[in-house]
Each structure stands twice: as structure tokens, then as C-alpha cells.
């Protein structure tokens, strides 16, 4: 260690850290740390001391705690020399309380919790908790994630009481990320569940219903709301909420399931949220083989959401209308446009001049066969206007006896890089 200290104090500041921020900080200031005054100096730089995971493996499923001699040696040496540049913690169950008890964290503004037992989840977000040694009204992100455990109802109950201290406690959150994998029904919550500064939700509902619920006014601030659902049937019920969303500009809903629920629930919810720029949606509408998408359902999306900028369509059912005299769709902010697994007819909905007028601004993903179809082999004059617009053009080649050359089609697409994938 003393030849690599001389030769790391030979090096200039500047090439010390390009050097350093290259490693896991973590390491960093375990190894260097109170060896000189210069290698202090540099390691107690915000880039290594403001955001520190003290747990080890962050996977899908589990994490695990740091090394015994490698937390004993922050508890009692690194930390109080860094508690003053620390802004975010992550931290796993088993060491959370010894660390937030080792020092005080004035500029703690960030906080992740992983892998935390229901029980241990239930009680410590109320008045004796390891949490008392951190100031909760300056913490404005919160990740949350929960061990497995008991039946789905049982989760459901606990997951909401836990929720429910989360946002007495930390009452100036603006990201909360509640674990995805741990459900949460706001059909019978108390009244107590709101907050007003909120702006960025990532949670998991039971189904489709609990998103009237969790927009009914609650959570006003909204700005970017990740929802996930885990049950198929939603609740019949009447709720008359039709008060508009301003703020919410992004909008993500995962519901793998079949819904009949599209025209009484999720087209009333999204007409509500008038300045909607980003909508990602992944339904299973249940009558989608009887109900084909018209030009005018298109004309409706532009109206209701004039800032989209994504759009992905999954439909294989022949639109039913002729639309020679309807008005030109409009897309004045679009850049992602996914029509992968969709009718012929819809590529032509998107691509024809007379049906729609693309920005100059999309990256388009498709089939190669598909649009091979509907541009007659990328020669027909009615489409070729919003091709020539495309930025990227991303195809994926079906059949693989077909031998596609893209210098062969770059004529008809002179403005996009494109990509082929079999």
C-alpha cells in the first residue's frame, strides 16, 4: 500500500480523480481515506461522498450488506468525516439503523430503503424509529423496497398503512418510488392520504379502479405518474371525478391484462390530463377484435393530447371506414412512433400524406415486411412525403430468407439513419 500511496501522490490532482471516479466509491473511500491529508481532500469531493449505496449487489430480487470489516470501518472513520457532504443513502435493512445512528446527515436529502421486512417496514415509519436521526422534512426522494410476503390481501392492507406514515413523515417528498412488486388499494384509504408536493409517483395498484382513486385530487402536484397493475377485474363503480390534471405532463400504465374498462374508465381518466406530453399505456382492451381503430379515433388523440411525443399502437384488426374526406391528423411534437404487431391499414394511417402530416422529429419502429406492403416496395409517391421526414427508422426483418439492403431503400427515407433486426 505505501508504493501505491507514493505513486498515487506523484499524480496531479486532475489525473487522480479521472482516475478514481472511474471506481466504485464506495472502494474509494474505504481504501484511501485517512491515509494523507491530499488523498482525504480528494476523497471527501463531492463525487464520491454526495450519493453512497452502503449495501452491496442492488439485483431485481435482493441486496445483500456490506462486508462486516468494511461497515465497521464507516461507522466509525468514514462516515463522521463525510456526514456533511452525504445528500443521498441507500441502505439495506439489516445495517440501515447502525448507520443512520453513526452520525448526523445535515445535507441528507435523498433516501433509498431496500429489502425491508413488512413487520420492520409497519414500524419504522412511526415515532421511535431509526429515522429519527435524520431530519424527515428535508428528504424529497424516497425509494422503498419490500421483501415478499403472505397472501396478496394481507400486502394490500400493510403496504397502505405503511404508505400512509411514509407521507405523514416525509412531508415534502417530491419522488416517492413505493416497490412496484408490493400492491396498494386506495378504494377504503383514510383521508389523511394526500400530499401536495409530490410530484413523481412510481407505485403498484391492485387494479385499474384504485387509479380514480389515487387522481381524485390527493396527489395535486403530479407531474410523472408510473403506475403498475397486478389484478385483472376492476371494480364496477361510478366515480364522477371529472376535474382536469394540469400538471401532470407524463403518464405510465402497465396493466397486463384483458380490460373491458377502456371506454368508461381509461378514456375519462386521459381526457382529464389536458397537458399530457408523454403517455406510455400497455392494455389488453378485451373487444379489440371487434373494434377497429378509425382515422377519427386518431384525430381525437391529437385534440385531447396536442404535446404526445410517444406513441405505441398494437392492433390487428382492418379499419372498417373509408376516410378520403377526413382532415389531416396533426402531430406537432412527436418523436417515438412504435407500430410493431398492427394492420397494414394503420401504417398507412400514420404514413399517408393525406391521412396524417408527420414532424420532422420521429423515430419510427416497424416491420420491414409491413412497410415493404404498404410503400409498394418504397416506391409509392403517397407515403413517401412522411418518410422522408423520419430521423431513425427501426425495422424488424420477419422473414429471414429476406436479404435487405438498406443502401437499396435509403432514397426513400433520406433524412433517417436506419437500423435492420431479424
Known amino acids: 500500500m505505501n508504493d501505491s500511496t507514493i505513486q498515487l501522490n506523484d499524480l496531479p490532482d486532475e489525473i487522480l480523480m479521472m482516475i478514481l471516479e472511474k471506481l466504485w466509491n464506495i472502494r ?140 405523514t413523515i416525509f412531508c415534502n417528498l417530491k419522488y416517492f418510488s413505493f416497490d412496484t412488486s408490493q400492491q396498494l388499494s386506495f378504494g377504503n384509504s383514510p383521508p389523511n392520504i394526500f400530499s401536495s408536493t409530490l410530484v413523481e409517483l412510481h407505485v403498484s395498484l391492485n387494479d385499474l379502479t384504485d387509479c380514480l382513486y389515487l387522481l381524485d385530487g390527493r396527489f395535486s402536484q403530479l407531474y410523472t405518474l408510473r403506475v403498475y397493475t397486478v389484478r385483472e377485474k376492476s371494480t364496477h363503480v361510478i366515480i364522477d371525478n371529472k376535474d382536469k390534471l394540469p400538471n401532470l405532463k407524463y403518464f405510465s400504465l402497465d396493466h397486463r391484462f384483458y380490460t373491458d374498462s377502456y371506454d368508461n374508465l381509461i378514456i375519462p381518466l386521459l381526457q382529464r390530463m389536458i397537458n399530457l406530453e408523454e403517455l406510455d399505456l400497455y392494455l389488453k382492451i378485451s373487444r379489440i377484435q371487434t373494434v377497429p381503430f378509425e382515422h377519427e379515433f386518431f384525430l381525437r388523440i391529437t385534440q385531447a393530447f396536442p404535446n404526445v411525443k410517444i406513441l405505441r399502437l398494437d392492433n390487428e384488426q382492418p379499419q372498417k371506414k373509408n376516410h378520403q374526406d377526413s382532415s389531416i391528423t396533426r402531430y406537432f411534437h412527436l418523436t417515438e412512433l412504435h407500430l410493431l404487431e398492427v394492420h397494414d391499414d394503420y401504417i398507412e394511417e400514420f404514413l399517408s400524406d393525406s391521412k396524417t402530416c408527420l414532424p420532422n422529429t420521429v423515430d419510427l419502429t416497424i416491420e420491414y415486411e409491413a412497410m415493404q406492403r404498404v410503400t409498394e416496395n418504397f416506391t409509392r409517391s403517397t407515403t413517401q412525403i412522411n418518410c422522408s421526414k423520419l430521423i431513425r427508422l427501426n425495422l424488424y426483418v420477419l422473414d429471414d430468407e429476406n436479404d435487405v439492403n438498406l443502401d437499396d431503400i435509403k432514397h426513400y427515407f433520406p433524412r433517417a439513419k436506419i437500423f435492420a433486426k431479424s
Open 28 to 167: 474509494v473511500l474505504y481504501s484511501l481515506i485517512g491515509i494523507n491529508r491530499k488523498l482525504d481532500r480528494i476523497t471527501c469531493d463531492p463525487v464520491f461522498t454526495r450519493y453512497l449505496q452502503l449495501m452491496n449487489g442492488i439485483s431485481h430480487n435482493s441486496v445483500g450488506q456490506l462486508p462486516e470489516i468494511v461497515l465497521n470501518r464507516f461507522c466509525s472513520d468514514i462516515l463522521p468525516k463525510i456526514h456533511r457532504h452525504i445528500r443521498r443513502l441507500d441502505l439495506e435493512s439489516s445495517t440501515m439503523e447502525r448507520i443512520l445512528s453513526t452520525s448526523n446527515y445535515p445535507n441528507l436529502h435523498q433516501l433509498g430503503l431496500f429489502n425491508l421486512h413488512a413487520k420492520t417496514a409497519a414500524s419504522l415509519f412511526r415515532s421511535k424509529s431509526p429515522l429519527n436521526h435524520i431530519d424527515a422534512n428535508q428528504i424529497d426522494l424516497l425509494i422503498i423496497d419490500i421483501k415478499q410476503y403472505g397472501d396478496m390481501c394481507e400486502r394490500s392492507d400493510i403496504n397502505l398503512l405503511i404508505f400512509t406514515h411514509i407521507l
